[in-house]
C-alpha cells in the first residue's frame, strides 16, 4: 500500500546456478568474431568489500540487460543500466523454494567472500489484497517456509530484511485485526529462528518517514520482538530521502532501545513524488533516481548501512504504464539510471 515489494519470484533456477555463474557473468550465444569481446564487455563484477560487502548477482536481471544491451551494441544504455547491475541488491525468497534460494544465494556469496542480502516477504494476508498481495497460506506454511529459509542459509553470511509493512499494515488497519495475535507470534518466531543463526543478521521492517510518526509504531515492533533482532529497516520500496530517513530511524531507534537500523536507498535519490495522487506516489513514480550505493559506511553511527532492497528497475505494480509488480521494466530502469549522478 505504502511501496508494493514487488518480488521477482519464478527465479528459483538462478538462486540454485548462481554459484555456478558468478564468475561468468552474462553470456551470449556463440556468434561471430565480436562475441568474446561482448562477453567480455557485459560482465558483471563485485563492490570493494571494505566499503560495500554484499553479494552483487551477475545474473540478475540488470545484468541480463546490460548483456543484451551490449550484444545490439547499445553501449551507452548498457553502461547506464550497469550502475544497477553492479550494485547489490536485496534477493527476495519466493514460497516455492525457500530453502533452495537461500542456499544457492548464500552459497554464491560465500564464494565471493560476500555477505548475501536477503529479502523475506511471505507474511500471510500480505498487503492487503492490493498489487503485491498473497503470502502463506497459513501460520504453520510460514513457520515452515521460514525453517526452510534458516536450513538454506546455514552458517553462511547473510543479512535479512525481514517483513516490509508486516507491522506498518497492522497499525494503519490494512489487515484485519483477527490476524494480528498470529502476525505477532509469526515475526516472533521468525526473528528467534534467523538470530539463532551464527552469520545471519535480521531487521525487522519499520516503515517509512513518510508514513507515520514513531509514537504509532514503535511498541508494535516490540510486541513482534524488536528486541530479539539486530534492528529494523525503514524506507523499503520508498523513496524518502536519505536525511528523512535516517531521522525518522534515529527518531524510532530512541523508542526500542537504541536499536540500529538500515535504509533503503535503492530509488529515494530525487526523493519522493508529489505529482500525482497521493494514494499511489509511491507506485513507480515518474522522475526518480537512485540513490546512495550499497554501503556500510553511512552518515551515523546509529545507520548499520546503506541497502538496495528494492531491485530498482523491477515494476512496483500495475500503475503507470508499469508490468505486474517485480517484473524488470527496461525503460524504467534506465530512467532511474539516468537522473542519478
Known sequence: MFGSKGAPWGRASVAVLGAALLFT??????????????????????????????????DGNAAEQVAAYV????????????????????EWISPESPEAEARGFTEAAQKADRSALLVLYNIPHRDCGQYSSGGAADGDS??????????????????????????????????????????????????????????TKVYLDAGNAGWTHPDQIFEPLKWAGIEKADGFSVNVSNFYS??????????????????????????????????????????????????????VKTADPLVDAYLWVKRPGESDGECKGGPKAGQWWASYALGLAKASK
Request: net charge negative.
Open 25 to 58: 557473468g552474462c553470456s551470449s550465444d556463440k556468434g561471430d568474431g565480436d562475441e568474446p569481446a561482448k562477453e567480455a564487455a557485459a560482465r558483471i563484477t563485485q563492490q570493494p568489500k571494505g566499503t560495500n560487502p554484499f553479494w552483487v548477482n551477475p
Open 71 to 90: 550484444k545490439n551494441d547499445k553501449t551507452t544504455d548498457a553502461e547506464q543500466i550497469r550502475k544497477i547491475a553492479e550494485q547489490p541488491t536485496g
Open 142 to 199: 510460514y513457520r515452515a517456509w521460514i525453517d526452510g529459509v534458516a536450513k538454506g542459509i546455514g552458517d553462511r553470511a547473510a543479512t535479512v530484511i525481514l517483513e516490509p509493512d508486516a507491522i506498518l499494515h497492522l497499525v494503519d488497519g490494512c489487515t484485519q485485526e483477527e490476524f494480528h495475535e498470529e502476525r505477532y507470534d509469526l515475526l516472533n518466531g521468525a526473528i528467534d529462528t534467523l538470530s539463532a543463526l551464527p552469520n
Open 242 to 295: 536519505t536525511a528523512d530517513s535516517i531521522a525518522y530511524g534515529k527518531e524510532l531507534s530512541a523508542k526500542v532501545g537504541g536499536k540500529h537500523f538500515v535504509v533503503d536507498t535503492s530509488r529515494n535519490g530525487n526523493g519522493p513524488y508529489t505529482g500525482g495522487k497521493a494514494e499511489e506516489n509511491w507506485c513507480n513514480p515518474p522522475g526518480r533516481a537512485l540513490g546512495e550505493s550499497p554501503t
